[in-house]
């Protein structure tokens, strides 16, 4: 079983600033896919960014070049900077774990924290 708790959300202002943080318990972080969602009221939950156990990492079209994800394995911690933020970010980001196998595969998600991007 994996643990996942976000932290960093808040009330920011167009074209500031966040760093959300996830800190994952109760297994091996390192083997993990990590990825960062958000849902938006009346919207559907959408992937803003993902790495994979070997570095690989993806990027929604939208908040390419003012998002960056990156990971610390040895802290089994997963961030996302979020730069140039723009209301339409406003959502609920929530932090994932992902697995697959031949026989299983393991989905784990944190409880979500709030992003207000508002003047």
């Known amino acids: 079983q994996v643990q996942l708790v976000e932290s960093g959300g808040g009330l920011v202002q167009p074209g500031g600033s966040l760093r959300l943080s996830c800190a994952a318990s109760g297994s091996i972080f390192s083997i993990y896919t990590m990825g960062w969602y958000r849902q938006a009221p009346g919207k559907q939950r959408e992937l803003v960014a993902a790495?994979?156990?070997?570095?690989?990492?993806n990027y929604a079209d939208s908040v390419k070049g003012r998002f960056t994800i990156s990971r610390d394995n040895a802290n089994n911690t997963v961030y996302l900077q979020m730069n140039s933020l723009k209301p339409e970010d406003t959502a609920v980001y929530y932090c994932?774990?992902?697995?697959?196998?031949?026989?299983?595969?393991?989905?784990?998600w944190g409880q979500g924290t709030q992003v207000t991007v508002s003047s």
């Open positions: 790495i994979t156990s070997g570095g690989r990492i």
């Open positions: 994932n774990a992902n697995r697959v196998l031949i026989w299983d595969n393991y989905d784990y």
